[in-house]
């Protein structure tokens, strides 16, 4: 098979590919499309709050009382309108990380290779197949090396197929067959690399025709959804009782059972928390929006929960803790080690110093044994290494034929080229990789190789990654089967220096100071690591722990031994999975990081599998929770920060949910047991609900992480949202407020205020305690002095229209008939506004004592 030479293949242009997706459709199959407006409010009449309302105003207008029975139906529209708002919201967050997490293609437009969604990929696409992809359409391959694919997915059989080039004939065949040109849509890629042109997408693939599904972004239950579902059940079983002996005591006490009615929905209104399933949703689809802002996917929403309760990272050292940016620096050929700065720079000529002799054959054969058309960044400087120092001689070969590639394996870490040149008569044959596979295949004995392995230690002690190149020559008959089998010469060694990525050692120290270890894992030699491991700030950088190592312990000896290690050299991806497995046999919680096929057993078995966007292979994505938009550790500490975040606003949410309904509910249930004048109707509770909604689910949702979240230990990942520590403070807060507001009732009876009076000034009260409890609970460890100097926008516009909303029912006549409420003096209000700063006051000077602090 030819080399995969792309350079001549122009591919489609980009108004080309717009034409035919615009004719055939997007390479994508039938999905749950998005709700129309109709949809969503059919499920918000379904609601439990809905048909409670729509309830009232039917009793309403049995008694006769239009006004208050279209006062209810306004009401009923305006939730309505709050929750499209809402599920609109969740739902264009959820399409945009839907797209971020569809399977990608790369494909070459314009002459130009370039990564796209695969929903883009449109009829005869130029696809670029690498091992670790998916395959996005169905396609005939025109050109590939080493090229298997597992069609399990269409056949059932697990053993990958062949693929070979179609010889010009564009014919698809059916899946399953060995040594045939025809890849299909959602297959894999497992070995190898090919080109190929599409054929069909979308519903016109082989997946579209027998109705598979693809996998993407899909809304999930979550445990935190579980768990508010169980509690939010109990509550309701629990309000349902309550409210039936409401009608009976109110019925048979007071021989009114319309008004019982009334009373027994308006308890089941306070009791009913409606809010908590929908806080969930919106704080879960918006935290896994956020966290795509620091440039973070979030592909399973557990994570979310997860990442703020890790323990421990797992990073790898290349392109996540370095740049992935490769320069040849140092190069060890017949005995000598060279550095290579100085043959980059320019003289005062302004061309630069010229390469000695007896480096143009590492060089050339480091070359030989690349790509031609490289994507490793090792490779790429390699090349561009060549171009600029050997460009005036006869050592770089555009014009040879690859006629084989023997390709990396896990057995042995090198690759062989076998090139032959348009008038040569024997195979020429370029070895390069680990330095000690390629020692292996040239058959170095003792004293070499000991020589060799102070030279690779030399060279790591830079911080270098190192490379051997061999070269071999055979004879023009049927070529060997195996790499070993040819006579190869060892050449020497090549180092490349991958710099630090900015902010890394200043990413890791933040790590320290939040209680979490780092670990990073890499396949380079010990003194490379180590070099790197006192650059980037890891603790204990001298204890190096190789792969060859580990292998030799038994599972006792090495869990002792990872509880003092931070790096892992020479390690091998398969040996990720004991890495993990043995911290989790500690009890931390792991993220893992990965990019490759072999990356997928560890990333499934971390909690928090974390996979490469840039680099990544498909079944790494798929394998992992979390993917790297950048892959730069930072991002990984900037979605510990926000997972944390999340949670912690999660928390307040749900404390201020719980105390608010506590007041409501004994001001609801109380008047009714002792046989008093009724303080909350169907009317204020809806008014109280329009607060407390985008209060819980938009103000708590958009406060800043507090000061310190990144300073204290990680949450344990078992840590119920409704702990007792949150309820225990939640009921507080609740009877707390409901005592002032009862006082404010009872007290206004006793002076010989009228019903209507109590009513107002115990409602005015309590929307003023409302307000104090979103204030005091957007921070338990600070102060609402501190929390009104946060950058919180949602919370003004909440608080804003709050009082605007009381100012009217309070001095607009209409509105304040229909409320039953009566005319509020100065005086009145200032003690309506003393007695709600009250009820939450005990709080804040617990939080300002430090006694209580999450």
Not at 327 to 349: L, P, Q, R
Not at 815 to 832: A, E, G, Q, T
């Amino acid at each position: 098979m030819d080399d995969l030479d792309i350079k001549n293949i122009r591919g489609l242009s980009e108004e080309e590919a717009a034409q035919r997706l615009e004719e055939h459709g997007y390479n994508e199959l039938p999905s749950a499309r998005e709700r129309s407006f109709l949809v969503i409010m059919l499920d918000v009449v379904r609601e439990p709050m809905f048909l409670l309302l729509i309830s009232c105003g039917t009793i309403y207008l049995i008694l006769g009382d239009l006004q208050e029975a279209l006062m209810l139906m306004g009401f009923v529209f305006l939730i309505m309108g709050i929750t499209f708002y809402q599920e609109r919201k969740t739902e264009r967050t959820l399409e945009a990380l839907r797209d971020l997490s569809s399977p990608r293609a790369q494909v070459i437009r314009n002459g130009h290779k370039k990564r796209i969604a695969g929903r883009e990929v449109a009829l005869d696409d130029i696809l670029i197949l690498e091992e670790g992809d998916r395959v996005p359409a169905d396609a005939v391959v025109i050109s590939c090396t080493n090229l298997s694919i597992n069609e399990a997915l269409l056949t059932g059989e697990s053993v990958a197929v062949h693929k070979v080039p179609c010889k010009g004939i564009m014919d698809m065949h059916p899946p399953g067959g060995d040594g045939l040109p025809s890849v299909f849509s959602g297959t894999l890629v497992v070995q190898g690399q090919g080109v190929a042109q599409v054929t069909a997408t979308g519903l016109e693939t082989e997946i579209g025709a027998i109705g598979k599904r693809l996998e993407t972004l899909e809304t999930e239950a979550t445990p935190l959804q579980k768990e508010s579902r169980k509690f939010v059940f109990n509550l309701a079983l629990a309000g349902v009782l309550l409210c039936a002996a409401v009608v009976v005591i109110y019925g048979f006490t007071r021989s009114d059972w319309l008004n019982g009615f009334l009373a027994g929905i308006a308890l089941a209104m306070a009791i009913l928390p409606e809010e908590i399933p929908v806080v969930l949703t919106i704080f879960l689809a918006l935290g896994a929006w956020r966290i795509s802002q620091k440039k973070v996917l979030t592909r399973r929403s557990q994570a979310i929960q997860a990442i703020g309760s890790a323990t421990v990272l797992c990073v790898d050292k290349t392109g996540t803790l370095t740049m992935n940016e490769m320069s040849v620096t140092s190069i060890f050929t017949d005995g000598k080690y060279h550095n290579m700065k100085s043959y980059m720079e320019t003289d005062g000529t302004g061309s630069e110093k010229p390469l000695p002799e007896d480096l143009h054959g590492i060089i050339e054969f480091s070359i030989l044994a690349s790509q031609r058309d490289p994507f490793d960044p090792m490779e790429r400087s390699l090349k561009e290494f060549g171009k600029a120092t050997l460009a005036k001689t006869e050592h770089l070969h555009e014009d040879w034929n690859l006629i084989r590639e023997y390709p990396l394996s896990p057995e042995l870490m090198a690759m062989s080229h076998v090139w032959k040149s348009p008038d040569g008569h024997d195979y020429i044959i370029a070895a390069k990789g680990a330095p000690e596979a390629v020692a292996d295949l040239c058959h170095l004995d003792e004293m070499q190789t000991e020589r060799l392995s102070h030279n690779i230690r030399s060279m790591a002690g830079e911080g270098l990654r190192i490379i051997g190149v061999a070269r071999a020559a055979f004879r023009e008959t049927g070529l060997p089967q195996k790499q070993h089998d040819f006579k190869f010469e060892f050449l020497g060694l090549v180092g490349f220096m991958d710099p630090v990525r900015p902010g890394v050692a200043e990413a890791i120290k933040e790590c320290y100071s939040a209680g979490i270890r780092v670990v990073m894992i890499t396949g380079d030699y010990k003194g490379t690591a180590q070099k790197i491991g006192e650059k980037i700030g890891l603790k204990d950088p001298e204890n190096v722990l190789s792969g060859v190592e580990l292998d030799s312990m038994d599972d006792h000896e090495f869990q002792e031994r990872l509880k003092s290690v931070n790096i892992f050299a020479r390690v091998v991806p398969e040996q990720k999975l004991r890495i993990v497995n043995a911290l989790k046999a500690h009890g931390e919680v792991v993220a893992m990081t990965g990019d490759g096929v072999n990356d997928a057993p560890a990333l499934k078995s971390a909690q928090i599998g974390v996979s490469m966007g840039g680099r990544g292979t498909d079944v790494a994505r798929e394998s992992s929770s979390l993917v790297l938009l950048e892959d730069d550790f930072s991002s990984i500490v900037a979605a510990v920060k926000m997972g944390r975040r999340i949670f912690d606003n999660l928390k307040k949410a749900t404390a201020y949910i719980l105390s608010v309904h506590i007041p409501i509910i004994g001001m609801s249930l109380i008047p009714v047991i002792f046989q008093l004048p009724l303080v909350l109707l169907p009317v204020h509770i809806v008014f109280l609900e329009i607060i407390i909604d985008p209060a819980c689910s938009i103000v708590f949702e958009a406060e800043p992480a507090e000061e310190g979240v990144m300073k204290k230990p990680p949450r344990s990942l078992t840590e119920p949202l409704f702990d007792r520590k949150t309820i225990g403070f939640s009921i507080m807060q609740g009877l707390s407020v409901l005592i002032i507001v009862l006082s404010v009732f009872v007290l206004a009876l006793y002076t010989g205020m009228g019903e209507l009076d109590a009513r107002t000034l115990s409602f005015t009260t309590l929307i003023i305690a409302n307000i104090g409890l979103i204030f005091t609970n957007l921070s338990w460890s600070g102060t609402i002095l501190n929390t009104i100097r946060s950058p919180n926008s949602a919370l003004w516009w909440i608080v804003g229209g709050a009082v605007l909303f009381l100012g009217l029912v309070l001095y607009f006549e209409p509105l304040r008939s229909l409320f039953n409420f009566s005319v509020l003096h100065p005086k009145d209000l200032v003690m309506c506004l003393m007695a709600g700063i009250i009820s939450v006051l005990w709080f804040e000077g617990l939080k300002a004592f430090k006694i209580v602090k999450r």
